[in-house]
């Protein structure tokens, strides 16, 4: 898509903190972080929202799932099941549409964690 910002940082012509990337999926900090560690993961297909997906994106969406918690892991927001008991953490959030808060219009997963309290609440 010619005018989508996670389009174009995915095709390298606007630049990211980029934490991940396969053929599938790439992974940058959010500019504007809601938590110590706020990450997003996002398709390399412009797929606009959650409700577009289909059948055919049953496996991207696993797998962009199954990573949160290995990026979680890596960047200070992992979630520990410990002697102590559970500690850590992270919030995994997908928006979809304009009263589910999504402000860009290419799928993305929030990844956010990190030590309480946050600076937002979302
Ligand atoms: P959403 O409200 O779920 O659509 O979230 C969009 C997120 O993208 C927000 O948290 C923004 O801070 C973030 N964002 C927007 N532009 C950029 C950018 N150029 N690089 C990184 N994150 C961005
Ligand atoms: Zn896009």
Redesign the pocket.
């Known amino acids: 898509m010619d005018n989508c910002?996670f389009c174009k940082?995915a095709a390298g012509t606007?630049p990211?903190k980029k934490v991940y990337e396969d053929e599938d999926l790439i992974v940058?900090?959010?500019?504007?972080p809601?938590a110590p560690m706020?990450l997003?993961v996002v398709p390399r297909e412009h797929i606009s929202t959650l409700a577009d997906c289909t059948d055919r994106h049953q496996a991207l969406l696993g797998k962009m799932l199954l990573l949160a918690p290995k990026l979680a892991g890596e960047h200070g927001g992992g979630y520990i099941d410990g002697a102590d008991g559970p500690a850590g953490g992270f919030k995994s959030?997908l928006?979809t549409g304009p009263d589910g808060?999504?402000?860009?219009?290419h799928l993305?997963l929030?990844v956010m964690g990190g030590p309480r309290p946050w600076r937002g609440q979302r």
């Open positions: 910002i940082i606007i990211s940058f900090h959010d500019i504007n809601a706020h997003l959030l928006n808060g999504q402000e860009v219009y993305h929030h």
